[in-house]
């Protein structure tokens, strides 16, 4: 019998998750937006097993009827939504599962968490999301751990304008990634960093990167690991030169400030192309010793755009819908606790590439 699910949020990243989900014949979906017109392109996409709902999901009361009956909640929704959404998942008893990177809107799921009937899983996308998994599996081969890096990156496969870079998802979610405040562990304490700072460069198959501290990366990998580590730190990867023409926008010209940010906004969607020509990188790095030895041990992986059941995806896309699908596979199926948070560092690295959403990161 196919689990009902809702899925909320219509956009580039629900779209993505429809594409994986309808063809299994496995969930029977319900899809809401408040926008008409992104529902009229999901109803012409003919996705199978999938009715459309308009409604503002800005309501609590009203998603929280439109939630009821459906045993999992996904939210594609921008991070500002997240509380409404996982407060009426809880009223609905309905496993509850977002994409946010926003870390006050994450500490509310985690209240809502607490004694909840169902289970609470944030975070279910690249970074954060994946990056734990990975981090958490490479971090467990150690007896003891010094260092644990994480560097992720969305980045055009063909760059060409002085930003190498496109868009490739959420302009409210990398803006919110440019200027809020990191977490990070510095000599075995918690402690907040300033996103866009601590640039530092590599290289990565014959090609040059920079990488700089943007918030949210992290997830509760923070949490999960304070006390067994000396210095943990996610930042986000992109092509040299990146770094100081954003840092430019938002601290000299001060488009960073709240106030400021929809302008920031406009100017980004005006200026800057989307593209599906894209190739997400992951890497980790862990320092620690094992068998009375220091050592390191590196997970490196690039994942390029690619069709799935006849529609192109962006690697960035293609890599955020499968987190969350192969998440909501691993609670439906048992693999993972059905009540309160769930982390996505408990997740097996071995179960989540042997899922059949999460193995597009094994390819």
């Not at 800005?58 to 998603?63: I, L, R």
């Not at 866009?196 to 509760?220: K, P, Q, V, W």
């Not at 100081?244 to 010209?253: E, S």
């Not at 009540?339 to 071995?350: K, M």
Request: hydrophobic share 40%.
């Amino acid at each position: 019998m196919a689990t009902k699910l809702i899925l909320l949020g219509a956009g580039k990243i629900g779209d993505a998750i429809l594409n994986l989900l309808s063809h299994t014949g496995d969930y029977e979906i319900t899809v809401a937006d408040r926008d008409a017109e992104r529902l009229k392109y999901v109803e012409q996409a003919g996705f199978p097993n999938t009715r459309i709902v308009q409604a503002d999901l800005s309501d609590k009361a009203a998603v929280t009827e439109l939630i009821r009956g459906h045993k999992v909640t996904m939210s594609a929704c921008p991070y500002f939504l997240t509380p409404v959404i996982a407060g009426a998942a809880k009223a609905a008893n309905s496993h509850y599962f977002d994409l946010t990177e926003d870390v006050e809107s994450t500490r509310i799921v985690k209240q809502l968490a607490d004694n909840a009937d169902c289970a609470f899983v944030p975070q279910c996308g690249l970074a954060p999301g994946f990056i734990s998994i990975v981090a958490n599996d490479v971090a467990k081969r150690f007896d003891t751990l010094r260092d644990v890096s994480m560097r992720v990156g969305a980045l055009p496969t063909f760059p060409n304008n002085a930003l190498k870079y496109n868009l490739t998802w959420s302009t409210d979610g990398l803006i919110n990634e440019y200027c809020n405040p990191c977490e990070a562990i510095v000599d075995g304490e918690l402690r907040e960093t300033a996103a866009l700072e601590e640039i530092e460069h590599f290289s990565l198959d014959g090609i040059d990167y920079e990488a700089f501290n943007t918030s949210g990366g992290l997830g509760t990998l923070c949490e999960s690991l304070q006390g067994k580590v000396q210095n943990l730190n996610y930042k986000t990867v992109r092509y040299p030169g990146h770094r100081d023409i954003v840092k430019m926008l938002i601290r000299d010209l001060q488009l960073g400030k709240l106030e400021r940010r929809p302008i920031l906004k406009e100017v980004m969607e005006t200026a800057i192309p989307m593209t599906k020509q894209d190739v997400v990188l992951v890497f980790v790095s862990v320092v620690g010793m094992r068998d009375g030895r220091l050592e390191q041990e590196s997970y490196a992986k690039k994942i390029y755009a690619q069709e799935v059941n006849g529609q192109l995806l962006s690697a960035i896309q293609l890599t955020t819908a499968s987190g969350i699908c192969a998440m909501v596979d691993l609670v439906v199926t048992g693999k993972l606790p059905q009540h309160g948070l769930v982390r996505q560092e408990q997740t097996l690295l071995s179960d989540f590439l042997a899922n059949r959403f999460g193995r597009y990161y094994a390819i």
